[in-house]
């Protein structure tokens, strides 16, 4: 046996436990900081709560609200410039996956040299970044706890993976209070991105048994507690177990990689304009079957792991009841097909060239050519 495991957070989960941020700052002998969150955080009134703990704390701090989605190169190189100016010490970065993933890239920034898209690939940083202090608010990336960070790349229409042993976070407030207020519409996405995450690490190529066991308890905890979630937002439970779940999915991720839905999802954001969870969702249930071909038993294990009664049939009928229950999650959830989501066919050819360039495909357990993922496509319209 071997293999290679690592995270690069250390993880503090509670409830309220986002108001601690100030102390832990201080605990790290740290006075300038640097917050980085979007308007929709700033709405919810998450971003001024942040920010009051940490002037609690007598820190420093500069604000910076206007990161949106799909965080791209000019976006980073602006936060990197505004932190540089602020003599930044530590970043707090407040949100979901794309304001986490700015922080991460503006960190990098801090000890490396600009431009960002330099760094594109596995252990290119060569200087471990300033700090960040990541305050999830969704539970979908788990960018709080990888050693990723994804970047659009203006010029080429791409998104760059940056990874490695300098990239990640230093820290991890979980607090499942913070992902209350996400719509059904934002549960649903983002909990089926984690939900990918989570299948796509277990069906890698680079599993281990250090994965295997994050994964498939992502798998459970994200099946069972996603519906109600999407349902009524104010169960408790159902949000921590949520969060949890995306966390155990990073957990996975971060060392087994991902699958051929991730590397289509990724041009589907850019070519199609669909989010991430969206993306990976509506493409997941047919990669999955795809890939079922050749590994049905770990198909059948991730059916297992979500309720399934899945003993005694054989191993083509697991695979299908497997994928059947994916397909119904998503419809039970409200994720649209590629058709209802406005992508158009004709994107088809770039996205499926664009998927095969990226590194999950390497991970996919079964090699793909540009046929399948246009079929996968075709399938998921």
């Known amino acids: 046996m071997h293999f290679h495991f690592s995270l690069p957070s250390s993880v503090t989960f509670a409830q309220g436990n986002a108001q601690s941020v100030g102390h832990l700052v201080l605990g790290l002998e740290l006075k300038k900081v640097f917050c980085v969150y979007d308007s929709g955080i700033k709405k919810a009134g998450i971003a001024d709560s942040i920010v009051a703990a940490l002037k609690a704390a007598k820190l420093e701090v500069v604000e910076w609200g206007s990161l949106v989605a799909n965080p791209s190169d000019v976006v980073v190189e602006e936060g990197a410039k505004l932190a540089r100016a602020a003599e930044a010490e530590v970043i707090v970065a407040v949100g979901g996956g794309s304001v986490i993933d700015a922080g991460k890239a503006i960190a990098i920034l801090m000890t490396n040299e600009s431009p960002i898209n330099q760094y594109e690939g596995i252990n290119l940083v060569k200087n471990p970044g300033i700090p960040v202090i990541a305050v999830p608010t969704t539970a979908g990336t788990a960018s709080e706890v990888t050693a990723f960070t994804v970047v659009t790349d203006t010029a080429r229409q791409t998104k760059m993976v940056i990874g490695g042993q300098n990239v990640g976070p230093r820290y991890a407030l979980l607090d ?150 994916v397909k119904e999650l998503s419809r039970q959830i409200g994720i649209p097909s590629l058709r209802e989501a406005g992508v158009s066919r004709d994107v088809f050819d770039r996205i499926a060239s664009d998927a095969l360039q990226e590194i999950s495909t390497i991970f996919n357990p079964r090699k793909p050519g540009k046929d399948d993922v246009i079929a996968i496509l075709e399938k998921a319209y």
């Open 176 to 325: 499942p209070l913070l992902t209350k207020g996400m719509t059904p519409e934002l549960t649903a996405s983002t909990g089926m991105g984690a939900f990918a995450h989570a299948v796509e690490a277990y069906l890698s190529a680079a599993a281990s048994v250090a994965t295997n066991i994050n994964a498939l308890k992502a798998i459970e905890l994200i099946y069972r507690n996603l519906p109600i979630a999407v349902e009524n937002g104010a169960n408790a439970d159902a949000r921590a177990n949520m969060l949890v779940g995306s966390m155990l999915a990073g957990f996975a991720y971060n060392s087994a990689i991902l699958g051929l839905a991730h590397s289509i999802s990724h041009p589907l954001n850019v070519h199609g304009g669909l989010p991430h969870g969206i993306a990976n969702a509506a493409v997941l249930p047919h990669v999955m079957e795809y890939n079922g071909v050749v590994v049905p038993e770990k198909l059948r294990a991730v059916g297992t792991a979500m309720g399934l009664e899945l003993q005694g049939l054989d191993r083509e009928e697991a695979v299908r009841k497997t994928v059947d229950a």
